[in-house]
């Protein structure tokens, strides 16, 4: 395929998704708005830590068919993927209880930039996580006021990323993907573009099919995730450990419970089962207790936190990891960040120590540069992030640097075991054992 594709948006998405087209022959030019972003791309520098994508940005760059600048170009395609956040400052409302609203500010603006540019035969496709009809509600009027009219003078469709980050390059390739069209083809258009490097299967449907399957895959893995956060609070309160309960009813051949921790954050599970509540709200009762579980899971931590240590005033704390998930460097909607923020406001003194990103942009959260730096002289230690670093320390090697602290985990993968016999205090979230309430006690 000679196409040329302009990728709005060079985020955790846009920009493998960019570099991907580029290395596989299409001529393809990335556009940001973060004049950061472009300066450190133009440098041969990368913005994101991800596996194997600095290596594809590369090889785009050598190909020659990869550029990057601020400002659209005239091409055949043109993919948005940028972010659809939730408003900050601004809440629905249904029966009392406040809902969080999106914010499609970015996607607005990234199709108005496409205006000045659309032709006869173009195709545009949406990658954004948005609210179900914004293809067809917003960005078809939108496109329209060229004077062109969207199935008949361009095409448009919807095709929702599903990458998990930490494993974007391989998942981008190999993953299913969904093209849905404002008709048939456009959803072919598309097919056509992405076979250009996806092996994974390409099912065709209509656009705002294919956004509804987006928000029910992220949705349906936020109320997972909750049930393990509360089967977390009802195993602390019965004194029973919620790794050995769950571990065990994973022998159910039909039950497939997923780990407790501190809480649910990203840009996409926290924030995407929202659009249905706010475009729906008197039909998401489930969905929306889901996300007050998952939000309120780092108050639950600091509450056990508290627990154990007694009153929070002057204590020092370490915190490990800051990201909101294991081998990421995204601190983005992180509930390990809510615990240090909570940890604080209750009096008590972090250190924290995100090995993925040793100085991120965190005001009023002190950061250190080495693990040893963050718990020596230390009450307690708190791991938030499963990384591998953290799930491979050496329990013997740290007991010298932190004599007398408390090791709280709030992930799964460590072994009590292992800290106890070194002479830790190690207490897991949700292992029953901060609580004296024990059915056996
Ligand atoms: N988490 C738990 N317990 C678990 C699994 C995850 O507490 O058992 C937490 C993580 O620590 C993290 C959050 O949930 O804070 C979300 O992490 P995740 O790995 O489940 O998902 P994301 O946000 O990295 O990526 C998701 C993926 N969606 C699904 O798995 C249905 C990915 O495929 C999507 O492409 C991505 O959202 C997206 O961009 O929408």
């Given at each position: 395929?000679?196409?040329?594709?302009?990728?709005?948006g060079?985020?955790?998405?846009?920009?493998?998704?960019a570099?991907?087209?580029?290395?596989?022959g299409?001529?393809?030019?990335?556009?940001?708005?973060?004049?950061?972003?472009?300066?450190?791309?133009?440098?041969?520098?990368?913005?994101?830590?991800?596996?194997?994508?600095?290596e594809?940005?590369?090889?785009?760059?050598?190909?020659?068919?990869?550029?990057?600048?601020?400002?659209?170009?005239?091409?055949?395609?043109?993919?948005?993927?940028?972010?659809?956040?939730?408003?900050?400052?601004?809440?629905?409302?249904?029966?009392?209880?406040k809902?969080?609203?999106?914010?499609?500010?970015?996607?607005?603006?990234?199709?108005?930039?496409?205006?000045?540019?659309?032709?006869?035969g173009?195709?545009?496709?949406?990658?954004?996580?948005?609210p179900?009809?914004?293809?067809?509600?917003?960005?078809k009027?939108?496109?329209?006021?060229?004077?062109?009219?969207a199935?008949?003078?361009?095409?448009?469709?919807y095709?929702?990323?599903?990458?998990?980050p930490?494993?974007?390059?391989?998942?981008?390739?190999?993953?299913?993907?969904?093209?849905?069209?404002?008709?048939?083809?456009?959803?072919?258009?598309?097919?056509?573009?992405?076979?250009?490097?996806?092996?994974?299967?390409?099912?065709?449907t209509?656009?705002?099919?294919?956004?509804?399957?987006?928000?029910?895959?992220?949705?349906?893995?936020?109320?997972?995730?909750?049930?393990?956060?509360?089967?977390?609070?009802?195993?602390?309160?019965?004194?029973v450990?919620?790794?050995?309960?769950?571990?065990?009813?994973?022998r159910?051949p039909r039950?497939?419970?997923?780990?407790?921790?501190?809480?649910?954050g990203?840009?996409?599970?926290?924030?995407?089962?929202?659009f249905?509540?706010?475009?729906?709200?008197?039909?998401?009762?489930l969905?929306w207790?889901a996300?007050?579980?998952?939000?309120?899971?780092?108050?639950?931590?600091?509450?056990?936190?508290?627990?154990?240590?007694?009153?929070?005033?002057?204590?020092?704390?370490?915190?490990?990891?800051?990201?909101f998930?294991?081998?990421?460097?995204?601190?983005r909607?992180?509930?390990?960040?809510e615990v240090?923020?909570?940890?604080?406001?209750?009096?008590?003194?972090?250190?924290?120590?995100?090995?993925?990103?040793?100085?991120?942009?965190?005001?009023?959260?002190?950061?250190?540069?080495?693990?040893?730096?963050?718990?020596?002289?230390?009450?307690?230690?708190?791991?938030?992030?499963?990384?591998?670093?953290?799930i491979n320390?050496?329990?013997?090697?740290?007991?010298?640097?932190?004599p007398?602290?408390?090791?709280?985990?709030?992930?799964?993968?460590?072994?009590?075991?292992?800290?106890?016999?070194?002479?830790?205090d190690?207490?897991?979230?949700?292992d029953?054992?901060?609580?004296?309430?024990?059915?056996?006690?």
């Open positions: 395929m000679d196409k040329s594709i302009c990728v709005i060079l985020g955790y998405i846009g920009l493998p998704t570099a991907m087209f580029a290395t596989h299409l001529q393809v030019h990335g556009v940001d708005i973060c004049e950061d972003i472009i300066r450190v791309l133009n440098k041969n520098g990368i913005h994101i830590e991800e596996p194997g994508l600095k594809v940005v590369d090889e785009a760059f050598a190909s020659g068919h990869f550029t990057v600048s601020n400002e659209v170009k005239l091409s055949d395609a043109y993919i948005i993927a940028v972010p659809t956040p939730f408003k900050k400052d601004k809440y629905g409302e249904f029966d009392g209880k809902f969080k609203l999106s914010d499609m500010n970015a996607v607005i603006s990234a199709t108005e930039s496409i205006l000045p540019h659309l032709k006869k173009d195709l545009v496709i949406l990658e954004s996580t948005s179900v009809r914004t293809t067809i509600d917003l960005i009027p939108i496109l329209e006021k060229s004077g062109l009219m199935g008949k003078d361009f095409y448009l469709a095709s929702p990323e599903r990458v998990l930490g494993q974007i390059i391989k998942e981008l390739q190999e993953n299913a993907r969904v093209i849905g069209g404002i008709d048939k083809s456009s959803a072919e258009q598309g097919k056509a573009l992405y076979a250009a490097f996806v092996k994974g299967d390409i099912f065709l209509d656009a705002t099919t294919a956004e509804m399957v987006k928000l029910m895959e992220n949705t349906y893995r936020d109320i997972n995730i909750a049930i393990a956060n509360e089967f977390s609070r009802l195993a602390d309160r019965f004194g450990d919620v790794n050995e309960a769950i571990g065990i009813a994973n159910h039950v497939k419970i997923l780990n407790p921790g501190p809480g649910v990203g840009h996409c599970i926290s924030v995407d089962p929202w249905f509540v706010e475009s729906a709200p008197e039909l998401s009762n969905i207790s996300r007050q579980v998952n939000d309120s899971q780092p108050a639950f931590v600091v509450e056990v936190i508290k627990r154990t240590l007694g009153s929070l005033s002057g204590k020092r704390i370490a915190a490990l990891g800051l990201s998930k294991a081998n990421v460097d995204d601190i909607e992180s509930p390990a960040v240090v923020h909570l940890l604080q406001n209750e009096g008590a003194i972090v250190k924290a120590f995100e090995p993925n990103k040793l100085s991120p942009n965190l005001p009023g959260i002190t950061t250190c540069l080495s693990l040893e730096e963050a718990i020596a002289e230390t009450d307690a230690i708190i791991i938030l992030v499963a990384h591998s670093e953290f320390l050496n329990p013997k090697g740290l007991i010298n640097t932190s007398n602290t408390k090791v709280i985990s709030t992930i799964t993968g460590l072994i009590a075991e292992h800290w106890e016999d070194v002479g830790f190690f207490i897991q979230i949700g029953g054992k901060s609580e004296k309430s024990s059915v056996l006690a």
